[in-house]
């Protein structure tokens, strides 16, 4: 059981952008840290997903799911991916993995909507998220509807409950499990990537010789029932748990550059650039879901 930590409460995906996409990081900072990694902080900060473009990723609003397909159409296998912000983030690696495999890939995102059965507070507005709650449902049917071969979900670890209660690692599982039960076909859950309770791209901006000193202390990258959160869901919902963290972390602490790649946009969204390496490490998960 956990109460939400201080540290995981977010606004809004759409507020944490225009709080981190348009700020501007130091030329010198930028400079000294070019020679190193071909992926600058101030360009870490804008590189999103192509959800964002194309209009993919729901707004808090919108309740109706887009129509967006991706990979290769009409194909003989249908692969979909559902969840928040932490499912959009992976996207450039579902994409690759869908491309080289000839699959059809459909995404159901939306800005802090986790797919559960739960009513979930709002993160800017502290209210019920109701159109959260809606756009499942939709979600759902839609799911319902394409029979996907393969339904893959992420949520963020901070879910806030609307009831206290629900508020802990075990309910939270649970309400993902019984989403995720209902989908039709094989189902898969990934672990949340790594959380840091500070801001990647500025940490690396202040000193650029020494990005060990912006690495990810274990007890962050496993905070607040992460883990245990998705292997509950994974035992309702007769899913596969897929863990990426050692692949990410490479061991403790987490680091944040890899190959010459800022890994992060902020505290807990990776870079599309890095996304993209990840393919075959979702393919090896997406094998073993299918197996």
Request: aromatic share 6%; net charge positive; proline share 6%.
């Amino acid at each position: 059981m956990h109460r939400s930590l201080a540290a995981v409460a977010r606004p809004s995906l759409l507020a944490l952008l225009m709080t981190f996409g348009g700020g501007s990081l130091p030329v010198a900072a930028i400079g000294a840290l070019a020679p190193a990694v071909t992926l600058s902080p101030q360009q870490a900060r804008t590189d999103r997903e192509r959800l964002w473009s194309d209009g993919c990723i729901a707004a808090e609003s919108r309740t109706t799911p887009l129509a967006c397909v991706f990979g290769r159409t009409p194909s003989s296998f249908t692969l979909a991916l559902v969840g928040d912000s932490h499912a959009s983030h992976l996207f450039a690696g579902f994409e690759g993995l869908a491309k080289a495999r000839g699959w059809r890939l459909v995404v159901y995102t939306k800005v802090s909507c986790p797919f559960l059965d739960i009513a979930v507070r709002n993160f800017f507005s502290g209210k019920e998220y109701t159109q959260c709650a809606t756009w499942n449902r939709n979600v759902l049917a839609m799911l319902k509807r394409i029979r996907p071969d393969l339904t893959v979900t992420v949520a963020f670890r901070g879910i806030h409950p609307m009831d206290p209660a629900k508020d802990t690692t075990s309910r939270e599982g649970a309400a993902i499990g019984r989403m995720l039960a209902k989908v039709p076909g094989r189902r898969a859950i990934i672990v949340d990537t790594p959380f840091s309770t500070r801001d990647i791209p500025t940490c690396l901006s202040r000193d650029p010789s020494r990005p060990r000193s912006c690495f990810i202390p274990a007890s962050e990258v496993l905070s607040v029932g992460v883990g245990t959160r998705e292997r509950v869901a994974a035992d309702i919902a007769n899913a596969t748990v897929i863990d990426l963290t050692s692949t990410i972390c490479a061991g403790f602490p987490c680091r944040v550059v890899r190959r010459d790649v800022v890994m992060f946009r902020d505290t807990h969204h990776l870079t599309n650039t890095y996304a993209a390496t990840l393919r075959d490490a979702l393919g090896a998960g997406m094998d073993r879901a299918l197996d």
